[in-house]
């Protein structure tokens, strides 16, 4: 997508220096910058630490001819191929407090900040809304794309506003949380205006005086298993932390990007048809309908620990796809597809993956 031409010059006229001096990189593998771990190379690959830096980044890849591909933790993508394009991985930083008041605080954060770290510092400052979202690899950028979420919470819920430079014009500009379009595991940024933006930064509103939410999934058993007499963000936050640890794989051992699909709604009418047949199948109402477990699915199917090679399915939590080294993104992609091809024979439900393919 090529740069409008007025905006082009501007900055070519008045920032070339700055842009120059990006530090542009050829032929770089993506290996550390992926959790799968997958060993596809960049064409182009540069570091942004900066709103300018993503201007620059913009203005190369319109000289280069190349599309530009943001990267910020690699937590949610698979790599099939080398990338022909200028790899941009996001780094700018920053946690400012813009406004506060005795009951909430609101929190401008970088996109290129690890979020597990922010949610970390927000617990140390005693900012209630997003222990229960411990753990969740990736940047703190890549989370009102994909709407984040987590026992019982999603990022909408503490969402204020992000600052995202418009690709066409290089412009910046402000979301409200009514022009994202939150759903579930979605935003405007995965549909509309998919490829339009580079998120640079997001505000968060944060409350002093905490409201507990510790009714969903284990979080209460795994409180009171800790010996946890009076709760507080930070035991809910390292019991989410316990409970993640010993369903997911750690990507630092072996490759993988967590939930590799979304738990799938159906209408009321097709989950009592299920149940009929599936007395044990487990579902959880919704606006939409009732959300089923893709886990579930996946386990019932057959497929919880199957391993093919170099790739398979983990053992403890069928979700969760994974490289054991050296597997290749498209082996990944095609077994996805098998079990994608398998729960809708079985079940009539189509798994939607919430990994991105590149």
């Known amino acids: 997508m090529c740069l409008e031409s007025f905006y082009l010059d501007k900055i070519l006229l008045n920032s070339q220096e700055e842009f120059s001096a990006m530090n542009i990189q050829e032929n770089i593998s993506l290996k550390p910058y ?94 209630a809304g997003v222990e229960n979202l411990s753990l969740i690899p990736g940047t703190v950028g890549a989370s009102p794309m994909q709407n984040i979420g987590a026992y019982g919470i999603e990022i909408k819920e503490v969402f204020h506003q992000l600052r995202a430079i418009n690709r066409n014009t290089g412009t910046s500009e402000v979301f409200d949380w009514n022009q994202c379009k939150f759903g579930y595991r979605d935003s405007v940024f995965k549909n509309d205006l998919k490829d339009k933006y580079i998120i640079t930064s997001v505000s968060f509103k944060l409350k002093k005086k905490p409201i507990f939410n510790i009714s969903y999934g284990a979080i209460e058993d795994t409180l009171k298993a800790m010996g946890i007499e009076e709760i507080n963000i930070k035991a809910i936050s390292d019991a989410v932390i316990q409970i993640r640890q010993s369903k997911l794989p750690d990507p ?97 439900i189509h798994l939607h993956p919430e990994v991105n393919f590149i």
């Open 34 to 127: 992926n959790t799968f771990g997958i060993d596809k190379k960049a064409k182009f690959f540069a570091v942004a630490t900066s709103e300018e830096d993503v201007k620059g980044a913009l203005v190369k890849s319109n000289e280069l001819d190349i599309p530009l591909l943001v990267l910020g933790g690699g937590s949610n993508i698979l790599l099939t191929q080398d990338v022909n394009a200028l790899v941009l991985k996001m780094e700018i930083s920053g946690i400012d407090v813009i406004k506060q008041s005795e009951e909430d605080v609101i929190v401008e954060v970088g996109a290129g900040e690890n979020w597990h770290q922010f949610v970390l510092y927000c617990i140390e400052q005693d900012w």
């Open 252 to 348: 630092a051992v072996i490759g993988n990007a967590g939930s590799f699909f979304k738990n799938p709604t159906i209408s009321q009418e097709e989950f009592d048809r299920l149940k009929s047949e599936y007395p044990n199948i487990p579902g959880y109402p919704n606006e939409e309908g009732v959300k089923v477990p893709a886990a579930w699915l996946i386990e019932q199917a057959g497929w919880k620990g199957q391993t093919f090679g170099k790739i398979g399915v983990h053992k403890l939590q069928p979700l969760v796809l994974v490289n054991y080294g050296d597997g290749d993104g498209k082996e990944i992609a095609y077994l996805s597809k098998r079990i994608q091809t398998s729960i809708q024979e079985k079940f009539g």
